[in-house]
């Protein structure tokens, strides 16, 4: 009881904030120039070590998007994005809104590779940074075929437009495409063989769904689809998962895996071919990864073309891969 008395004591003149939402307050130019302004104070509130940071800004992002099809036509897509830029020493943080503000007043644009330049450039010149970096992820449809019978249905691909632009202005745009497709072990298939041929054992040798996600530097003046990229990943491995299934595309199914025996090496040798050979990559990076069904792991691979500050190939990150 005496403690309450105190308190109230204590409290008498004491001017306490109503806890209120006011509906009624209209925000005046006047009124937000008196707002406080955090992320713009002087390098004397840094936390921490006053050294520039790499990447600040902000991830996962979403909205509807409109994508080119090939053939003319666009179709609207549900998007991640992502927007960074580098901040200086000296410079307490940047306004994380302006990311997103000025990356709205491209949503009704339709999302290119080359449309990122202008988006970035946006970044730097709003948020006075020397770098900036956007990636937008995307789920694209195709419509496939099944093997022998007359059935279709939609293929999805994980997929995502990535742009850089650095301190002297030059871009690099980037796409990444994951492909998913059986892989029919040859070691598997041989030894199954030799069950049959030396014993008259049946066996069946073991197969497993597998994703190559490549990610390919466009040359400069150069345009790629991602139809484009689909075409080549299919005609280089020929096993790509199907949609539509009925017991004759089944069937179609096992020998077309039967003649397309492959190793996670060579599924990475067999992309790397058409990829290298096209004028419009400048640089690329595959990675393979062969969900096992005889093992309790995955089995990997990385190769990239191997262009002086290119690709590097260190990518470890497989766990993203399996579906």
């Known amino acids: 009881m005496e403690n309450t008395v105190l308190r109230k004591k204590a409290d008498v003149g004491i001017k306490r904030p109503l806890r209120f939402y006011d509906r009624n307050l209209t925000v005046s130019n006047e009124y937000k120039t008196s707002l406080p302004d955090m992320q713009n104070t002087g390098s004397e509130t840094i936390k921490g070590a006053n050294v520039p940071i790499l990447q600040v800004g902000i991830s996962n992002f979403r909205l509807p998007l409109q994508y080119a099809v090939e053939g003319g036509t666009t179709t609207t897509l549900e998007t991640s994005v992502t927007g960074t830029v580098s901040l200086a020493a000296d410079k307490k943080g940047i306004n994380m809104s302006r990311i997103m503000r000025v990356f709205y007043e491209f949503k009704d644009r339709v999302f290119t590779p080359e449309l990122l330049e202008e988006v970035l450039t946006g970044y730097k010149e709003r948020i006075n940074s020397e770098r900036a970096r956007l990636k937008v992820e995307f789920s694209y449809p195709m419509i496939k075929r099944s093997l022998r019978s007359d059935n ?50 049946y066996a069946v040798p073991h197969s497993q769904r597998s994703v190559a996600r490549i990610s390919v530097a466009i040359a400069n003046g150069c345009r790629l689809s991602i139809e484009d990229l689909q075409r080549m990943l299919d005609k280089a491995l020929l096993t790509e998962t199907q949609v539509m299934v009925k017991r004759e595309d089944e069937q179609a199914f096992a ?69």
Request: hydrophobic share 40%; aromatic share 12%.
């Open 255 to 323: 020998e077309l895996n039967g003649e397309q025996l492959k190793f996670v090496e060579d599924a990475a040798r067999l992309i790397y071919e058409p990829l290298d050979a096209d004028e419009r990559i400048a640089d690329f990076q595959v990675v393979c990864a062969h969900l096992e069904s005889l093992h309790s792991h995955d089995a990997v691979s990385v190769i990239n073309k191997g262009v002086p500050g290119g690709f590097a190939g260190t990518f470890d990150d497989f766990k993203t891969l399996i579906r």
């Open 152 to 201: 279709e249905g939609y293929q999805f691909y994980k997929c995502a437009f990535e742009g850089f632009l650095d301190e002297l202005g030059q871009f690099k745009r980037v796409i990444h495409f994951d492909f998913v497709y059986s892989s029919a072990c040859p070691c598997s298939a041989e030894l199954s063989e030799h069950a049959r041929s030396t014993r008259g054992v």
